[in-house]
């Protein structure tokens, strides 16, 4: 995947900047500037390709602060080894979560919460992978399924992970809704005491950066119609989760989302429009 990316990169017959990060975006009638540390870009189009997954998000826990363990979200987890022998609350019910959790049951002792309990689908159907079938269907990409599917994207196993929980290596409770000095309190009036929670809750989108362009437009939920910004005609968006469709925030969906937006930017029909790719 790395040398893929790479060589598709070098393919491009565009200026990509490594390392560099936009520190401030202005807005006039002409289009947008781009300014960092050293550099300054004019632009007549942006378009905002940074996802969302540098914005990890945990949800507010009221007396969180007066929890004796410590708080971390899957983005900040790295291996097994950290937690041995302690107890792990893992919070979620996606794919992160349940492989979390399995990794962790070897060295520890491993809870999983959420509001409804795991919803399993099969890696292999049929003697295909779940992955070919939503390609081939097109359920992938298109926007209904999306719609349909709202937060309850199930879990994806070839046995490993259901294996996991029916042997009671991973437990499943419901979701606390409070934590405080006492512990974890769940929704069914009990109360544990792991050592740490991890929340594996996804991510939020986050561009700070156009809240200096946009000021009225709240930059954790920019609206935009299949790509182009709802409020700016010259701003498009490209990475985002669900953008157009399931597959949106993945290499296989991306392409698609990136034409539409170039598209609706009109930039196919001006050719000598300037426009930046940013890696940031």
């Not at 390392?19 to 189009?45: K, M, P, Y």
């Not at 490993?160 to 769940?186: C, I, K, N, S």
Request: net charge neutral.
């Amino acid at each position: 995947m790395v040398a893929y990316l790479g060589d598709y990169a070098h393919s491009l017959d565009a200026d990509i900047r490594y390392g560099q990060t936009v520190d401030t975006l202005d807005r006039d009638n002409d289009g947008f500037t781009a300014r960092g540390s050293g550099f300054t870009i004019e632009a007549t189009h942006l378009i905002m390709a940074t996802g969302s997954f540098d914005s990890p998000y945990i949800p507010p826990l009221p007396r969180a602060h007066e929890f004796s363990g410590q708080i971390l979200h899957s983005a900040d987890y790295v291996s097994p080894h950290h937690f041995a022998g302690t107890q792990v609350a893992v919070v979620g019910a996606g794919n992160s979560a349940v492989q979390i959790a399995t990794e962790l049951s070897a060295v520890a002792d491993v809870t999983v919460c959420s509001r409804r309990p795991v919803h399993w689908q099969a890696q292999r159907l049929w003697g295909r992978d779940n992955n070919w079938w939503l390609s081939r269907s097109g359920l992938d990409t298109s926007k209904f399924f999306a719609q349909r599917l709202g937060a309850g994207v199930p879990v994806i196993d070839d046995g490993t992970y259901q294996r996991a929980f029916r042997e009671g290596r991973v437990q499943w409770r419901p979701l606390f809704d409070r934590v405080d000095t006492a512990g974890v309190h769940h929704a069914d009036g009990s109360v544990s005491t792991p050592d740490t929670i991890i929340f594996a809750t996804g991510y939020r989108p986050h561009l700070p950066l156009l809240t200096s362009i946009l000021p009225h437009v709240e930059a954790t939920t920019p609206s935009h119609r299949n790509g182009v910004s709802t409020v700016d005609p010259q701003l498009g968006f490209v990475g985002s989760e669900r953008q157009r469709s399931f597959s949106s925030a993945t290499v296989r969906g991306v392409g698609a989302d990136a034409l539409a937006t170039v598209r609706g930017l009109k930039l196919m029909e001006k050719p000598s429009a300037r426009s930046r790719y940013y890696a940031h």
